[in-house]
């Protein structure tokens, strides 16, 4: 059996993470998904969904046969756990391939990185990135602070 591993943020599930997923479940018989905890985003904006609600939604999906919080110090701990064949990033993920191979080879885990595909959008004014849904939303909603 082989055993995939798909990582990311995951806020704001939009078609852009169903097509991963999707994606990185070919790779093999079995997907986990890592989601990660809002202490290890620090590329981007800290994510708007608590982790535990990001995992559920992933979980959901039929794609994923089960979703793991990660750990918030050593984004390793849960590979090493899950012990994959395989890791595949997001088609837009900052990682870069070569760098997580040789993190995973120092740490003594034998799994190969792959790139999952991109997805075009489908339809007309789809939004395949959390950033740009937020971004609209601010824009339609005017960001007047009524929490």
Do not use: W
């Amino acid at each position: 059996m082989t055993r995939v591993v798909a990582q990311g943020t995951f806020d704001l599930l939009h078609p852009g993470h169903v097509h991963y997923l999707e994606d990185a479940a070919t790779y093999g018989d079995e997907l986990h998904a890592i989601v990660a905890r809002r202490s290890n985003v620090t590329h981007k904006p800290a994510p708007i969904l608590c982790a535990e609600q990001r995992r559920d939604m992933v979980s959901a999906l039929a794609a994923v046969d089960d979703a793991h919080l990660g750990d918030p110090e050593d984004v390793f701990v849960p590979i090493r756990r899950l012990d994959p064949d395989v890791i595949v990033l997001g088609f837009d993920q900052h990682h870069d391939e070569g760098q997580i191979a040789d993190a995973l080879a120092e740490r003594g885990i034998d799994c190969r990185v792959e790139r999952a595909s991109g997805r075009e959008p489908r339809y007309e004014d789809e939004l395949l990135s959390s950033g740009d849904i937020i971004d609209r939303i601010v824009r339609r909603r005017g960001g007047c602070g009524d929490a």
